[in-house]
C-alpha cells in the first residue's frame, strides 16, 4: 500500500519548531549549532524514508517495484522462467526456417555457416549440412536459425539471406521458404509483473483453468528447453465432458503466432500430460488464422504538426506498381503527376517527398521510402535499396504518400492486433481470464491517437468521421478495416467454427492517408 512520507524540508521545519519551543531564546539559524543539529536530523531520517519507501514500492510487488524486486518475486512464487528456473525470460533466437540452398553440383554447405538479412542486424546460421549431391543436384532445401537472439529474428518468408563467407561455387544468398519463427525479447518489467500477479491470483489448485495456462506457458521440452509459448488460451469442456482444449501462441506478428510446428506441440502437450489430472482430457491445439480470413487496416487523419506532414498529395487513394530495376532503382507505377511535382520541388530544396510502399509478400508494414528523381510522372528513383530484395508484387502491391508519421501509427495498431486471443463466441473460452478477440473501429481510433513522437507530441490531431459507413472503394474517411471482399467501417468479429480464430494482418494492407 502507498504510504506518504514528509520532505526533507518538512522533516526540518518539524525539527526547527522543536527547539525553538524547547529552546525559545537559543539562535536557530542555519550556521548556529541548533540549526545546524536540526539538519543532520532532517538528512537522517530523510535517509531513513528513502529507505522505507523503497521497501513499500518492492513489497507486494506492483507497478514500482524495481527489475531487481521483480526478478526476485518471480523466483519466490515460482514464476517460470522458460528455461527450467523461476524468473525473467530472457532472449530466445528464432529457429525453424528453411530456404533453397543453391549451387553448383557437388558444393557442400556445412552446419554453422552463417548468413545475414537485408538490413546486416540480423545473422542467421545454416543449421544442417547440405551437400549439393548426386548430379546434376543444384538445390536442396537447408534449415536455418537466428543467431541474433530477440524478436529481431523472426524473419517472414521471402527474406532474403546472403552468406558471409559462402562456399566455392554457392550462390551468394537463400530466399526463406518459412519463415524464422519464435525469437523472443527479454521480458520488460511490466510483462513480468503480470505473470507474477497472475501466479498469485491463480494458485496451483490441480487441475483448474488457470492451471493449463500456466503449464502451457511454462512447458520445457525433453531437453529442458522453453517451448516457447508466449500465451495459452484456455476453453474448458469444449470438446466434452471432463475436456480442456489449450490453444497456444508464440511470440511474433501474425500468423507467425500459429505458425507452431508439429514437434513443439508435442511437446507442450506432453508437458501438460505429466501435469494434469489423472482423470481429465487436455488437447493442445493451435487457434485458427486462415490464409482467406485476413484483415487490413486504413487510416485517414489529419496530422497534428507541419513536420509530420506528407510531403505530396496522393488523393487519398493508392497508386499501382508494375515493375523495378533493381540497378537503376527506378520504381515503375501508374501515372502519378503529384510525386512528381515535389521530387522537382525537392531538386530545388533539398527535401525529397516520400512514398509508403506496401508489399503484400514481405511484412504488414509499409516501407517508407525518399523518392529523388523522376521521368515523366510514372518512373521514379528512390534513394534506399530496400525494395531490392524484395519479392514485389505488382498486383497486389499498392503504393501512396508517405509521412514520418505512417510507420509509428501503424505499428502502435499492429502492436495491438497482435496481443488479441482467439474468438470467445462459442460460450468455453475461461471466463475467469478475460482477453479481447475482435477488433473494434473504435479501438482502431484511440491507438492511433495515442501513437505519440519521443516528445509526448500525438502524431494525429484527428480522424474524421470514425465509423461512417462509405461506398465500396472511397478510401478516404476515418478508419476503414479491410477483408478479402471489401473495406468498411465494421468491426471484425472473430469467429469459431470449431477452432476458434485468431484476427490478423495481412502483409502490405495497412495504410495510412491525409484527410
Not at 533453397?100 to 548468413?115: A, D, P, S, W, Y
Not at 511490466?190 to 494458485?203: G, M, S, T, V
Not at 501515372?335 to 530545388?348: E, H, M
Not at 478475460?434 to 516528445?455: E, M, P, Y
Request: with cysteine.
Amino acid at each position: 500500500m502507498a504510504i506518504s512520507l514528509p520532505s526533507e524540508n518538512e522533516v526540518l521545519e518539524q525539527a526547527l519548531s522543536y527547539f525553538r519551543i524547547q529552546f525559545p531564546a537559543e539562535d536557530l539559524s542555519t550556521d548556529s549549532f541548533l540549526g545546524l543539529l536540526a539538519r543532520i536530523f532532517a538528512a537522517e531520517i530523510t535517509a531513513w524514508n528513502e529507505s522505507v519507501l523503497i521497501a513499500d514500492n518492492e513489497s507486494p510487488p506492483n507497478s514500482k517495484t524495481s527489475s531487481v524486486g521483480l526478478d526476485n518475486w518471480a523466483f519466490v512464487f515460482g514464476v517460470s522462467n522458460g528455461k527450467g528456473g523461476y524468473g525473467r525470460r530472457g532472449e530466445f533466437p528464432a529457429s525453424g526456417g528453411t530456404g533453397n540452398v543453391i549451387g553448383i553440383t557437388g558444393t557442400t554447405f556445412t552446419n554453422g555457416l552463417t548468413l545475414i538479412d537485408s538490413t546486416t542486424q540480423i545473422i542467421v546460421t545454416l543449421a544442417a549440412n547440405v551437400f549439393l549431391s548426386p548430379a546434376p543436384t543444384t538445390s536442396l532445401v537447408g534449415i536455418f536459425s537466428a543467431v541474433t537472439a530477440g524478436l529481431a529474428g523472426n524473419l517472414p518468408a521471402g527474406s532474403i539471406l546472403t552468406w558471409q563467407s559462402p562456399p566455392a561455387g554457392a550462390n551468394p544468398t537463400v530466399t526463406l521458404i518459412n519463415p524464422l519463427i519464435g525469437g523472443e525479447d527479454e521480458e520488460t518489467d511490466a510483462e513480468l509483473l503480470d505473470r507474477i500477479l497472475f501466479k498469485i491470483r491463480n494458485p496451483p489448485k490441480g487441475g483448474t483453468a488457470a492451471d493449463y495456462r500456466v503449464w502451457a506457458e511454462e512447458s520445457v521440452n525433453a531437453l529442458g528447453v522453453s517451448n516457447g509459448i508466449d500465451r495459452a488460451y484456455i476453453y474448458p469442456l469444449k470438446s466434452g465432458s471432463g475436456s480442456v482444449d489449450i490453444y497456444i501462441t508464440q511470440p511474433g506478428s501474425g500468423q507467425t503466432r500459429a505458425a507452431i510446428g508439429a514437434m513443439k506441440l508435442a511437446a507442450v502437450q506432453a508437458y501438460i500430460n505429466s501435469k494434469r489430472p489423472v482423470t481429465a482430457k487436455a488437447y493442445v491445439k493451435v487457434p485458427s488464422m486462415l490464409d482467406a480470413n485476413w484483415m487490413g487496416v486504413i487510416v485517414t487523419a489529419n496530422l497534428n504538426s507541419p513536420s509530420y506532414n506528407f510531403t505530396w498529395d496522393d488523393g487519398g487513394v493508392p497508386f499501382q506498381p508494375s515493375a523495378y530495376n533493381t540497378g537503376t532503382k527506378v520504381l515503375t507505377m501508374s501515372s502519378c503527376p503529384a510525386l512528381a511535382a515535389a521530387v522537382d520541388v525537392g531538386l530545388l530544396s533539398g527535401i525529397f517527398p516520400t512514398i509508403a510502399y506496401a508489399s503484400t509478400n514481405s511484412r504488414e508494414l509499409p516501407y517508407i521510402l525518399t523518392v529523388v528523381n523522376h521521368t515523366g510522372s510514372t518512373q521514379f528513383t528512390i534513394l534506399e535499396d530496400t525494395l531490392t530484395p524484395l519479392s514485389l508484387d505488382f498486383t497486389n502491391d499498392k503504393v501512396n504518400a508517405g509521412s514520418p508519421a505512417t510507420l509509428p501509427i501503424l505499428t502502435a495498431i499492429l502492436d495491438y492486433i497482435n496481443t488479441l486471443g482467439p474468438s470467445r463466441i462459442s460460450g468455453y473460452a475461461d471466463i475467469y481470464d478475460f482477453w479481447a478477440s475482435n477488433v473494434t473501429i473504435g479501438n482502431l481510433a484511440q491507438i492511433a491517437s495515442n501513437a505519440v513522437d519521443a516528445a509526448g507530441t500525438p502524431y494525429i490531431f484527428n480522424i474524421p468521421e470514425v465509423g461512417e459507413q462509405r461506398s465500396t472503394g472511397q478510401f478516404g474517411v476515418g478508419i476503414l478495416i479491410q477483408n478479402p471482399i471489401s473495406a468498411n467501417a465494421n468491426d471484425y468479429l472473430t469467429f469459431d467454427m470449431g477452432t476458434p480464430e485468431i484476427a490478423y494482418v495481412h502483409f502490405g494492407k495497412m495504410t495510412l492517408f491525409g484527410a
